[in-house]
């Protein structure tokens, strides 16, 4: 069933952000003991290094009142389209992937991956109901999304 068709966008949103602290929170509890021997190498700790430049990046230019976890907008929210906005639509989902690929790197295997997989498909669909959701809050949203790429600048 497509995102659009679903009956209860609330709390398909509120699923959505349940399942992707789950699948973070599975994946952390997964490499902690690698971590804490450590066995996280040099291209872990830059993913993790990247993740924390982006997302405070983000940070700086979304306000905390703008904000939110849950994938709809703030009834007083402003568009943001300026910082890492100006690059992609979903910095912090972005930021979200990075640190998840930084613990997936760490020696956890194929199901590190697999979760890392699962995650990505957890934010995609997220981030296409939280586009719904900013089409009909912010008419001029149509307009930046055919200028400006989900989660990889120029690419995707």
């Given amino acids: 069933m497509p995102i659009s068709d679903f009956p209860n966008r609330h709390l398909l949103g509120y699923l959505l952000v349940l399942l992707q602290f789950g699948l973070l929170t599975w994946l952390g509890m997964l ?15 830059g993913l993790l290094a990247l993740s924390g430049l982006l997302g405070g ?15 709809e907008p ?13 690059l992609m639509r979903h910095p912090m ?3 979200v992937l990075l ?18 997989l699962a995650l990505l498909a957890t934010l995609l669909a997220k981030a296409t109901l939280e586009e719904q959701w900013l089409r ?7 307009a930046y999304c055919l200028r400006c790429k989900r989660l990889i600048p120029g690419v995707f």
């Fill in 136 to 142: 009909e809050h912010h008419p001029q949203y149509a």
């Fill in 74 to 86: 703030k009834a007083r929210g402003v568009l943001v389209t300026s910082g890492p906005y100006r």
């Fill in 57 to 71: 990046w983000t940070l700086l230019h979304n306000r905390m009142g703008n904000f939110n976890v849950h994938p």
């Fill in 31 to 45: 490499v902690l003991p690698s971590v804490l021997l450590g066995q996280a190498g040099l291209i872990c700790w």
């Fill in 99 to 116: 640190s998840a690929a930084a613990m997936a790197c760490v020696p956890g295997g194929w199901l590190a991956w697999g979760l890392w």
């Fill in 93 to 95: 989902y972005t930021t």
